[in-house]
Nanobody
Framework: QVQLVESGGGLVQAGGSLRLSCAAS????????MGWFRQAPGKEREFVAG????????YYADSVKGRFTISRENAKNTVFLQMNSLKPEDTAVYYC?????????????????WGQGTQVTVSS
């Protein structure tokens, strides 16, 4: 089992940047593919980005390609989401998730463990 704690959310103007972090504890961090999801008010939780166990494979939602970058440091049990050129439509609660599969999931149901979320608000 793994416990996840997100940080780094906040209020930023459109065009600005934020870096989210997700610290993991418990079972070996490198045993998990990691993902970031987000949920805006009244909307379903959606996939944002995912990264494989070693970090060699990364996937992004079309809406964030070219603006967001997912990375991980297995030695520090941490996964990051660098968010640049933020837009008001990026406003949501962002969740970190872990999946003990070999691949990288893009569906919410594929992830077993979740953090509590961190709020990101982008003002226009």
């Amino acid at each position: 089992q793994v416990q996840l704690v997100e940080s780094g959310g906040g209020l930023v103007q459109a065009g600005g940047s934020l870096r989210l972090s997700c610290a993991a504890s418990g079972r070996t961090f490198s045993s998990y593919a990691m993902g970031w999801f987000r949920q805006a008010p009244g909307k379903e939780r959606e996939f944002v980005a995912g990264i494989s166990r070693s970090g060699g494979r990364r996937y992004y939602a079309d809406s964030v390609k070219g603006r967001f970058t997912i990375s991980r440091e297995n030695a520090k049990n941490t996964v990051f989401l660098q968010m640049n050129s933020l837009k008001p439509e990026d406003t949501a609660v962002y969740y970190c998730a872990a999946d003990d599969a070999l691949g990288v999931g893009v569906r919410r149901a594929e992830y077993e463990y979740w953090g509590q979320g961190t709020q990101v608000t982008v003002s226009s």
